[in-house]
């Protein structure tokens, strides 16, 4: 026994006596400088946390399990190895509006960057004992692990190809004299639509450019697709675009001039090198450098092949988009903490880069919540200045505007994509197809969103995910023949090249309108615009889901025509879809020919009404079904003498988009104008609503028992087609799934995403869809039968069981599994008795106690036993109270989105009374501490309850006096944004700042 009590001792002996060992990793650190509380300028303040944090690392040597290293590294710093001249960029001394800082740059701790917000950033080399030390020390806020940012690569087996490409012209023609040039397309309808001074062919182009300079090609209008490339002839001469990557390879004959092919003009632009960055050291490159032509971390390591293709596809020469813009590249280690030093020299050196010629390419990204957070604000900083920025949205096929992602382990917000400032793209495209020299497939093969591409609210545009781009077979810089131009290309994939397409095409418009100072927010407007709407779809996920909640706009440069390559053109075809091919009048005809969003010509109001996105420029076109009607009158009471004259005071150009983006602007090179203004309002006037005080808005739906668990599908638009069959597809807040429908006599089904289509519903042998309500018949009330039915006996049902496919049926033949129900709450549906539940809840939320809640919390749940997920919507400012997931935060308020962390569990009654509890995390709820702070804690920890009464939030047990606000509302409303506004508890007034609305629809939908 006392031997082994010895051996006992022994044992803890050594465990004591034995030093912590961490892992050795490079660590961002956050300061920030409070004046006030301290006699330290800024300066000094900084170069004593280095050297505290030196002194800490100096002390802790043997946590490291590379001592060595941070010995010799100790010893440098004490002999005066390092000198403060070693890099002059490294020194910190004042510049501007902005702090730097004499030091010794060396390999343990370096300063990286500051901000306006008295923030500075130091870079480490540290591990977790030394950082939890760091952590500790004062005037520190921030100290994490750095991580790195992941190209998103897509690792591919396809063949290396060589240039000259036989098969493909890859060089672009000279400016065309269009006087003596002869072809399918029409040059000065180009520079018409487009307003270029000038325009380039690249002819027989790759897939991802000849896309993004047409709209949507579908072989039902045109013969065969045209594969030209068409360019403003500025090219993005005078812009700069910096490729933020592990380096480029400048001699790619990609990026220098090809003395065979571009004999008749020089390329006027630069490729250059500007700074490698590793380990939170930056090294600024002179032109003479070796390393400018190689642009890499090492000398002897791997070749950049991903920057270089990025590169190719921004601005190459072959590949590229802006095949004049300049090109810089900046080789990193691809960490946060390089990144931040990359984005700290565009700022420093804003005097000699013009900031609003500058777009800065960011191809990759990593998943965070906030820990770094200090990207974002360095980011908005420099957009501020007037710099440029697009991210590739991530190539993981989740939502990256959402924090949990499914079976994708990674938690957080796809950055620096995610952040408000930074264009964020998305990736269409299939991988057979698009190897293909010609399109021959279908529009919805072409058009589908990529299968692996990220998607959400925060995805901007999309642009084509498969490209062809420059590329090298050696895969070590010292196999490389630096004396020999490389002239590789490969097929590759990835959002990492969707964004450099999105990059160019902002140069493109940058140089092309030199008049315009261009900044983040003028340049994603202009970007969006300019973007064909509603044409992507999803050929990999069901039902689109991924496209639910995802902006649906693809990139296009400003020319929208399509061309058939062999000028041969669907008989029916018209506008800017076909050649812009005009719909021939119909002779001896009451009928109006018209020209469809869609270019089909046709004569109903499908085709023919402007609100649906009738070309006027191709066919004639009504305003209202009113005016449709009556002009189809006229004409046929003298359709010989009135035609004319008839059509003239009916094509007037109007604008009526009553959803955001739903239809692509067509505007007309000349508008005949009006006979008067008086009969343009009597016209207008006649418009008439459908929607009565007997209709509710909210989802019709039927039970899905197809699969082991039961589902709800609800009746929809086509979010592709709004003219096609309604659909059944899962319930969402969509409008396109919303009705307004009678309740208790016939009227009409009415959608809520356009309030002028209605369900149209005639006998099996006629067309039963949606139509115009002008032209549709009543339908009976759904809720007494359960059926949607005319009176006479024909049902809108389900026709072929298995696929959803709806039509008009005989009602005899409806069996109960098919029967129709309401539900005017999105929370209710799958509830029986709707109507009769929701009034009486209606009827009892009228006579409640206001002091009574009904919530157990015995079993740790503060939700109300009536909770359902809500939005908290400020009116004033447009946003909605949000989480940014962290203990004993401040509210913020953010964008309304189906995020966890922007909804709430609130009772659903009358006031909304009870514990306001995080969606995300159930176990959080808002609270109030004792100065009136409003705060999100653990809902254990003595947190209030609030009402929702007469449009302010209230704290259950107040008196009324205090309410939901926002600190110094008057005094800062100009300079709101997320990160400085405060949420408090302050005395009740009508300011619009305590004017909240809990709901459960998305507000702005």
């Not at 690392?57 to 946590?63: C, D, E």
């Not at 004992?129 to 940012?149: R, T, Y």
């Not at 630069?270 to 960055?277: F, L, M, N, R």
């Amino acid at each position: 026994m006392k031997y082994l009590l010895k051996i006992l001792s022994l044992i803890c002996l050594f465990l004591f006596t034995v030093e912590v060992k961490g892992d050795d990793k490079f660590y961002i650190i956050q300061t920030v400088f409070e004046e006030e509380n301290t006699d330290f300028t800024r300066e000094e303040f900084i170069l004593d946390k280095i050297n505290s944090i030196t002194g800490v690392i100096k002390n802790s040597i043997n946590t490291y399990n590379n001592i060595t290293f941070v010995e010799n590294e100790i010893k440098k710093l004490l002999s005066n190895d390092y000198t403060e001249d070693t890099n002059p960029k490294n020194t910190i001394e004042k510049r501007g509006d902005y702090e730097k800082y004499s030091y010794k740059p060396n390999n343990l701790i370096n300063y990286i960057s500051s901000l306006k917000t008295s923030t500075d950033v130091l870079y480490g080399y540290l591990n977790e004992v030394v950082a939890e030390e760091v952590s500790n020390m004062e005037g520190i806020i921030k100290c994490i692990e750095d991580i790195e940012l992941g190209e998103d690569i897509i690792e591919s087996d396809f063949t290396i190809s060589y240039l000259p490409n036989e098969n493909k012209n890859a060089n672009a023609d000279k400016v065309i004299d269009t006087e003596n040039f002869e072809n399918y397309y029409d040059i000065t309808k180009i520079k018409e639509e487009t307003n270029w001074k000038d325009v380039r062919v690249q002819k027989e182009a790759y897939s991802h450019l000849s896309l993004i300079s047409q709209y949507k090609y579908d072989s039902n209008n045109i013969h065969l697709y045209d594969n030209n490339y068409y360019i403003t002839d500025t090219a993005g001469e005078g812009v700069d675009i910096f490729i933020i990557d592990r380096g480029i390879n400048t001699i790619h004959l990609d990026f220098t001039e090809d003395d065979e092919k571009n004999e008749n003009e020089q390329i006027k632009r630069t490729v250059t090198c500007d700074a490698i960055i590793q380990n939170g050291t930056i090294e600024i490159l002179n032109p003479s450098d070796k390393r400018t032509k190689i642009c890499s971390l090492e000398k002897n390591g791997k070749m950049p092949v991903h920057g270089t293709r990025v590169a190719s596809v921004a601005a190459g020469c072959h590949f590229g988009v802006a095949k004049k813009a300049n090109i810089h590249a900046i080789a990193t280690d691809m960490s946060i903490g390089s990144l931040l030093l990359a984005l700290t020299y565009l700022r420093d050196n804003a005097k000699s880069i013009n900031p609003n010629k500058t777009v800065v390419n960011m191809s990759f990204g990593a998943y965070d919540i906030e820990d770094y957070s200090v990207l974002n604000d360095l980011i908005n900083e420099l957009s501020k200045l007037g710099f440029m920025f697009v991210a590739s949205a991530g190539n993981n096929k989740v939502d990256g505007c959402t924090i949990q992602h499914g079976d994708f382990p990674k938690i957080g917000y796809h950055i620096p994509s995610f952040y408000e400032n930074v264009i964020s793209v998305g990736a269409i495209g299939d991988e057979e197809l698009y190897q293909e020299d010609y399109f021959n497939g279908q529009s919805s093969d072409i058009y589908s969103i990529a299968s692996f591409s990220n998607y959400g609210y925060c995805t901007d545009i999309f642009a084509p995910g498969y490209v062809y781009a420059a590329y090298h077979p050696e895969q070590y810089i010292k196999d490389f023949n630096e004396n020999k131009v490389s002239k590789g290309f490969m097929y590759a994939m990835g959002t990492s090249y969707s964004a450099p397409i999105v990059a160019g095409i902002a140069a493109l418009l940058i140089s092309e309108n030199r008049d315009t100072v261009y900044n983040q927010k003028i340049l994603r407007n202009e970007l969006v615009e300019l973007s064909q709407k509603n044409v992507i779809v999803d050929n990999y996920v069901f039902n689109n889901i991924r496209l639910e909640n995802t902006p649906n706009r693809l990139v296009n440069n400003g020319k929208k025509s399509v061309y058939s390559r062999d000028n041969i053109y669907n008989d029916n075809s018209c506008g800017i879809y076909a050649g812009n091919r005009k719909c021939p009048k119909i002779p001896n005809s009451s009928k109006l020919n018209c020209c469809s969003i869609d270019g089909i010509c046709g004569s109903s109001t499908k085709y023919c009404l402007q609100r649906n996105g009738c070309q006027s420029e191709f066919g004639e076109c009504a305003i209202t079904s009113i005016q449709y009607k009556s002009t189809t009158t006229k004409l046929t009471t003298n359709a010989s003498t009135s035609l004319t004259s008839t059509r003239t005071t009916t094509v007037i150009k109007t604008i009526f988009t009553p959803i955001t983006e739903s239809t692509p602007t067509i505007t007309p090179t000349s508008t005949p104008a009006p006979t008067s203004t008086s009969s343009n309002t009597s016209i207008n006037s006649m418009e008439k609503s459908y929607i009565t005080t007997d209709h509710k808005l909210g989802w019709l739906y039927i039970t899905d028992n197809s699969n082991e668990k039961e589902r709800y599908l609800c009746l929809s638009l086509n979010s592709n087609n709004v003219y096609s069959k309604p659909i059944l597809k899962e319930c969402s807040y969509s409008d396109y799934n919303k009705w307004y429908v009678p309740m208790t006599k016939p009227g009409y089904y009415i959608n809520s995403f356009d309030t002028s289509l209605c369900l149209e519903l005639n006998s099996l042998d006629k067309y039963s869809g949606v139509n115009s309500c002008y032209d549709v018949s009543s339908i009976l009330p759904v809720l007494s039968t359960g059926k949607i039915q005319t009176s006479d006996d024909y049902c809108f049902s389900i026709l072929i069981k298995g696929i959803n496919y709806l039509g008009g049926m005989d009602c005899k033949s409806i069996t109960s599994d098919y029967q129709w129900k309401f539900s005017g709450t999105y929370s209710n549906i799958g509830k029986e008795n709707l109507l009769e539940k929701e009034e009486k809840e209606k009827e009892e939320e009228d006579d409640e106690d206001e002091d009574f809640v009904d919530v157990d919390i015995t079993n740790g749940n503060f939700r109300s036993s009536n909770a359902v997920k809500s939005w908290i919507y400020n009116q004033k400012l447009k946003l909605c109270l949000s989480w940014n997931g962290s203990i004993l935060s401040r509210p913020l308020l953010k964008k309304c989105t189906y995020n966890d962390l922007n909804l709430w569990y609130v009772a659903n009654d009358k006031l909304k009374k009870g514990y306001y509890v995080n969606s995300y995390d159930n176990s959080f709820c808002i609270s109030v501490t004792t100065t009136n702070n409003v705060i999100i804690k653990r809902c254990d920890e003595n947190v209030v309850m609030f009402k929702n009464k007469n449009g302010t939030i209230q704290k259950m047990d107040s008196d009324n006096s205090l309410c939901l606000g926002i600190f110094n509302f008057n005094e800062s409303i100009d300079y709101i944004n997320e990160k400085n506004i405060k949420i408090v508890m302050e005395e009740c007034s009508n300011e619009d700042d305590q004017n909240w609305v809990v709901t459960t629809t998305l507000p702005g939908q």
